[in-house]
């Protein structure tokens, strides 16, 4: 069964830090894009990073959100420092098709096509 599955979401107060983790089941290859979104409550989903080739960071967790993966355990993970209200969020995990080899310039939305239930991070201040 092809699924993806978040978890490591939590409640922290305002600069503290929570890591995510994502793992894709199903994917016979080690070769595709994989990111990050999250939406919260009265807002459409936005993108946070995204990694193939390369990794592309949304303007507003640069410096704080580090995006990495494991290939061989097809995991990806995001270390969530300096954690701000604004933060607060359900997180999705998402990958591109198997296979692809993933060249992001940006962070689309539609280049994925598999999605998490995703895991919820609430920051207090």
């Known amino acids: 069964q092809v699924q993806v599955v978040e978890s490591g979401g939590g409640s922290v107060q305002a600069g503290g830090s929570l890591r995510l983790s994502c793992v894709v089941s199903?994917?016979?290859?080690?070769?595709?894009?994989m990111g990050w979104f999250r939406q919260a409550p009265g807002k459409e989903r936005e993108g946070v990073a995204v990694s193939g080739s390369y990794v592309v960071y949304a303007e507003a967790v640069k410096g704080r959100f580090t995006i990495s993966r494991d290939n061989a355990k097809h995991t990806l993970y995001l270390e969530m420092n300096s954690l701000k209200p604004e933060d607060t969020a359900k997180y999705y995990c998402?990958?591109?098709?198997?296979?692809?080899?993933?060249?992001?310039?940006?962070?689309?939305?539609?280049?994925?096509?598999?999605w998490g239930q995703g895991t919820q991070v609430t920051v207090s201040s």
């Open positions: 998402a990958a591109t098709e198997d296979g692809r080899i993933y060249f992001p310039t940006r962070i689309d939305e539609s280049d994925f096509v598999l």
């Open positions: 199903g994917y016979l290859e080690r070769k595709y894009g």
